[in-house]
């Protein structure tokens, strides 16, 4: 759950900015792309995104979905897994495949100068992917190594905690990764149903940045995505909210503890949703100057770093934070965050601490247009999110909008001290 | 490479490349000695500063490790015209980021924001190279902060453990075996007197490199730097970095370190390498062009077809190496064993892949695509401005010169399968080579087979 929590997490901190001119492209076979012509440098990124993702798995395949995504690229059409690496590396070109809990992602660089071998060959494994035996059985004993890995990781355990109690038996509730159970029981012919299952046309969203004209990106939509199934597994249902407030201390062998904690957040289509979002970079944001920083690290010296982040997920939405302290410090760090939590209810922000966040958050805006790359991947958060065309010219107007009423009765209604859960991984003392 | 918090700027990837003759960069001097570099990107309304001070962990007094490391904290406490802890707010509420690293070799700080926002930031940054205020309670307070920094990042971490044991039996005489971060028992008797008598002597404008990066004119740049940066006073305590080196090594070293929260074994193995030189990079070069041969890609190189495609007994093996150091670094090579195969048995197989290596040397067609590579990479590295200011900055802060940083693309496309044997030959030397273990406790360990 954590790669989603940062792909939210890099949409919101995000994007916009007026100079940036979206364009979207409908290909001749009717794919939709955003797109972002730039031809100063002789290369472009693509970002593609089914929605779906580990979700879409049934509890005795979780996964799956991982399993299938990190074997793409391990042979297909006529070249087996070395044949595929070495046609890849002669173009310079780069692939990346990435399942996370609502979405599997693909993200592609390539040079103009061979951009029609590059993605010929990027098409081949989206569309006709080997899946070899001898392939399945090598990318699994990777994953299995990084599950055992996970088990001794405290960040991960305590994630993966906080995660069962807030989503129980729903897929959100447990690891996309699968369990070494699971995944040691998957076959090759389960790795077929989840892409047919994952990769569909019904579900995809495209983005792309860098040296590109919208016609040829049309023709390469339909070359590249035209001969995908056009539909694929239903979408997973709403999740459950389970979380139930306290303290949930996990024993690992640790000089420091590491923490999770949350509640229930705010829908990225809520009308409060911008307030909160203010609120948020207010009590946890990424500054140095946001309050959990300062109270817990500048003050106290309690933490090298501490933050939280609005979550939005398909199913689910949260305020997620995370820090870690010594085991003699944890639990007075713990306080403070309680007693921020508080303090945002009772005192509010004041005009001066609105006004400086405002201008970070609208001010940093264009810091995020930083290349092709994250111009591209920006874009496709933007659609998957339900946004319009224009959200990057009026985004930051939202920002502005947002008045000390609003804040107000935003922090009453969303920051509940008495309903966070903190998950401790580790030996804390005095708790 | 340590950070005030956060990940720091971009890692240096293996194959990690090249300058950038397409994008226009504009060097001078000013009278006090700071070095300036502008490097002109129009595409988007933003700019980036760095200062690069030629000063790191190696570079401490015997006995204070670590206050390097320290120092870049504490330089964001403030000065008579900052106030205390405001500097980070002040970049914050004009909408721009800021952060700082420390190496072995230089400390940074930067920030990025919009382009019409620079002299503000200049104003700032030269106003904090000579006029750091520290009162005993923000040491105090901060020490924790890096304390914790230390659990969070070493202590918590038995990879970054065996790291740091690495090091220590690696180098026999440099300091590059001393921890950036420093050792805890040294950090927790770091006094504001070990800070300010460190900064005194190296922050100043002759000891720095300054770097403004983005949609910025290179007059205006100059105009700014005289006037901010052009009245700071140089140190005379500047010397030429003449750090104690390696004697011959003539005994392979080994270590094991065992952690219950270790779950998945390995071998890591680091051979002591030749770096980048100014005006000759050829031989750092080839390591670079070995490691991404040997290491490099999951499908093609020596180590994983050897290990992990026609024999499976590993689940993962890369080999590593970076020449942007000042004294002699490391070449590195780790290998995850498949279940069922101990760390004595995947040892002797990469050492029997190394061997054959040695005597078949490398495939002719990797090679080219690495060249091939090497040519898009200079395309790709033009997308991001902060990465091309980290290259100089770095560059230039282990005395090579901008001939050798544009240079450094040409001289990866340069070498040749003979130059990569002979390197192989020279670095691939067991007495140069420090060998870990990390392992679970006892009780597991061994008995595999």
């Known amino acids: 759950m954590i790669r989603a929590l940062f792909a939210t997490v890099l949409f919101l901190a995000a994007p916009a900015w007026a100079e940036i001119e979206i364009k979207e492209v409908t290909s001749p076979g009717g794919i939709t792309a955003w797109l972002v012509e730039d031809h100063n440098i002789p290369f472009a990124a693509l970002e593609i995104q089914f929605k779906g993702g580990t979700s879409l798995e049934a509890p005795d395949k979780r996964g799956v979905v991982n399993l299938m995504t990190a074997t793409l690229e391990e042979g297909a059409g006529a070249l087996d897994s070395k044949g595929f690496a070495e046609a890849r590396d002669a173009l310079a070109a780069n692939f990346s495949f990435d399942s996370g809990t609502d979405s599997v992602g693909v993200s592609a660089k390539f040079l103009t100068e061979n951009r029609d071998q590059a993605i010929g060959l990027l098409r081949e494994a989206l569309v006709n992917p080997r899946f070899d035996q001898d392939a399945v059985d090598r990318v699994r004993e990777q994953v299995l190594s990084n599950l055992r ?16 109690l807030a989503f129980g038996d729903h897929p959100y509730g447990s690891s996309g990764d699968g369990t070494i159970q699971t995944v040691t029981a998957l076959t090759r012919d389960d790795v077929v149903a989840a892409h047919k299952a994952a990769l569909a046309r019904d579900r995809v969203f495209v983005a792309a940045s860098g040296d590109i004209t919208p016609e040829e990106l049309g023709v390469l939509l339909d070359r590249l995505l035209g001969d995908l199934p056009a539909t694929g597994a239903p979408l997973p249902g709403a999740a459950p909210w389970l979380l139930p407030p306290g303290v949930t201390v996990v024993d690992f062998p640790t000089p420091q503890s590491t923490v999770f904690f949350g509640q229930k957040g705010i829908p990225r289509d809520d009308p409060d949703f911008f307030p909160a979002f203010i609120l948020n970079e207010v009590v946890g944001g990424g500054r140095f100057t946001a309050r959990l920083m300062t109270e817990v690290r500048e003050k106290r010296g309690l933490t090298y770093g501490i933050g939280t982040y609005i979550v939005n997920m398909d199913q689910a939405d949260m305020i997620l934070g995370q820090f870690s302290a010594s085991n003699d410090k944890v639990a007075e760090a713990i306080e403070v965050v309680r007693s921020e939590w508080g303090r945002i209810v009772s005192e509010g ?29 920006i874009l496709v958060g933007m659609q998957m999110d339900g946004m319009p065309l224009d959200y990057i010219t009026t985004r930051n107007a939202k920002i502005e909008a947002v008045t000390m009423d609003d804040i107000r009765r935003v922090a009453a209604r969303l920051f509940r001290p008495e309903a966070l859960q903190f998950v401790v991984v580790g030996q804390p003392e005095g708790m | 490479m340590f950070g005030r918090y956060g990940a720091g700027v971009a890692a240096i990837v293996v194959l990690a490349l090249p300058a950038v003759a397409e994008e226009p960069v504009t060097t001078f001097n000013l009278d006090n000695g700071l070095q300036v570099v502008v490097i002109e990107d129009h595409r988007a309304p933003v700019v980036v500063q760095m200062v690069w001070y030629r000063v790191g962990a190696a570079d401490e007094p015997p006995g204070s490790s670590g206050i390097a490391h320290f120092l870049e904290h504490l330089m964001f406490k403030g000065t008579e015209k900052v106030a205390p802890n405001a500097f980070s707010g002040i970049v914050e509420a004009q909408g721009g980021d800021d952060n700082a690293f420390t190496s072995w070799d230089y400390t940074a700080y930067f920030q990025r924001i919009s382009a019409d926002r620079l002299e503000l930031v200049m104003e700032m940054e030269a106003d904090r190279m000579r006029n750091l205020r520290l009162t005993e309670e923000d040491v105090t307070t901060e020490r924790q902060v890096i304390l914790e920094e230390r659990a969070q990042r070493t202590d918590s971490n038995p990879d970054a453990l065996l790291s740091e044991q690495m ?32 900064y005194e002597r190296f922050y100043a404008p002759n000891n720095a490199t300054l770097i403004i990066a983005g949609d910025v004119d290179p007059d205006d740049v100059k105009a700014l730097a005289e006037k901010y940066y052009g009245a700071l006073a140089p140190s005379d305590g500047i010397v030429p970095r003449m750090r104690p080196q390696e004697p011959p090594q003539l005994s392979e070293r080994r270590l094991a370190l065992a952690d219950e929260r270790v779950s998945e074994p390995y071998v890591m193995r680091t051979y002591l390498a030749q770096e980048r030189d100014p005006g000759d990079q050829k031989r750092a070069a080839a390591l670079t062009v070995l490691a991404d041969l040997l290491g490099g890609n999951g499908q093609t190189s020596v180590l994983a077809r050897a290990l992990q495609f026609d024999r499976q007994v590993a689940v993962y093996a890369s080999a590593f190496y970076d020449g942007s150091s000042i004294d002699d670094g490391t070449f590195g090579i780790a290998v995850v064993p498949a279940p069922g195969v101990s760390l004595e048995t995947i040892e002797s197989d990469l050492d029997a892949v190394l061997e054959t290596f040695l005597a078949e040397g490398p495939d002719p067609a ?21 990465n091309l200011a980290q290259r100089y900055g770095q560059g230039l802060s282990i005395g090579l010169t901008v001939a050798d940083i544009e240079g450094w693309d040409e001289a990866l496309s340069a070498v040749t399968e003979a130059d990569v044997m002979e390197a192989a030959r020279l670095v691939l030397d067991r007495r140069n080579a420090v060998t870990g273990w990390l392992t679970r406790p006892a009780v597991e360990e061994g008995a595999k087979e």
Do not use: C, M
């Open chain 1, 149 to 164: 890995s996970n088990e001794k990781d405290p960040g991960t355990i305590a994630s993966e905690k906080f995660d069962a």
């Open chain 1, 349 to 377: 922000v004041a005009a001066d601490e609105l006004e400086a966040t405002k201008t970070y958050l609208t001010g940093s805006f264009p810091l995020r247009f930083d290349g092709n790359g994250p111009i591209a991947s």
């Open chain 2, 167 to 198: 090091r220590a039996a690696q180098f026999q005489n440099s300091p590059y075996g001393i921890p950036v971060i420093g050792w805890r028992h040294e950090i927790e008797e770091l006094s504001r007197e070990d800070a300010l008598s460190y």
């Open chain 2, 366 to 386: 990797a090679l080219e695509r690495i060249r091939t590579q090497v040519r898009a990479g200079e395309i790709y590295a033009r997308d991001s401005v902060e």
